[in-house]
């Protein structure tokens, strides 16, 4: 069983369009996040749920929304879409009594063209 | 702001060497942590380090950390090509309440026969 499962894996789409990543952890945990690795392989935060309320949000274009359904699952809708929005985007989960490391997915690589 | 910086960011190197990364942080904390990440793969966690002083090892793969001096090390023994993948350490941040992990830019190693 996949811990950490984000769909799709890929994405190609066109400018202006919109579209959405979806994730789901089965490990219990309390926290997830939605973290961007761009070209440069640089990693940086853009969200964090804990049990369903958003907790952290960076500074992100209003474009991004992200939803939590239930504490199992945390999805990102993005509007709009730039070309400066093509990267890889991971979903992680971790649980807030534990050492506070981080389970990754395995990535959904958004390309706009 | 937290940043963290690692040094080098890419690293070429000949199997059977010994080498070491370097992770510096620039504000006070005491959880570090160690990621590996294949070309096209997440990332997967290595090493957790909780406290001052603390060393893990790992087969060819040993992380300590000085949170006095806010530097980490990864310290690779008589590398083997296995072990070719880009390193990210990250630390530990609270962010209005919550807890987020800032990496680093991530040292991209090679190791060649």
């Known amino acids: 069983d996949t811990a950490v499962s984000q769909t799709p894996k890929y994405l190609v789409t066109q400018m202006g369009n919109d579209k959405s990543i979806k994730c789901e952890q089965n490990?219990?945990?309390?926290?997830m996040y939605w973290y961007k690795q761009d070209s440069k392989k640089f990693l940086k935060i853009m969200f964090s749920?804990?049990?369903?309320?958003l907790i952290i949000n960076e500074t992100v274009p209003n474009r991004f929304s992200p939803k939590s359904p239930d504490k199992a699952h945390l999805n990102l809708h993005i509007n709009s879409l730039e070309l400066g929005d093509s990267a890889v985007y991971f979903c992680?989960?971790?649980?807030?009594w534990g050492t506070g490391e981080l389970f990754f997915g395995e990535g959904s690589r958004l390309t706009v063209l | 702001e937290l940043k963290v910086e690692q040094n080098p960011l890419f690293l070429s190197m000949q199997e059977g060497k010994n080498y070491t990364i370097y992770c510096n942080y620039s504000?006070?904390?005491?959880?570090l942590y160690w990621y590996r990440q294949d070309p096209g793969k997440s990332l997967e966690s290595l090493f957790v380090?909780?406290?001052?002083?603390a060393v893990k090892q790992e087969g060819r793969l040993m992380a300590s950390l000085d949170t006095k001096a806010r530097l980490s090390t990864l310290h690779i023994t008589a590398a083997v090509h296995d072990l070719s993948a880009t390193y990210f350490c990250?630390?530990?941040?609270?962010?209005?309440?919550?807890?987020?992990?800032?990496f680093g830019q991530g040292t991209r190693l090679t190791i060649n026969p």
């Open positions: 490990l219990g945990h309390d926290t």
């Open positions: 990250a630390v530990g941040a609270d962010l209005q309440g919550a807890q987020k992990l800032v």
């Open positions: 992680a989960s971790s649980q807030d």
């Open positions: 504000t006070t904390s005491d959880r």
């Open positions: 749920y804990n049990n369903k309320e």
């Open positions: 380090l909780l406290s001052n002083g």
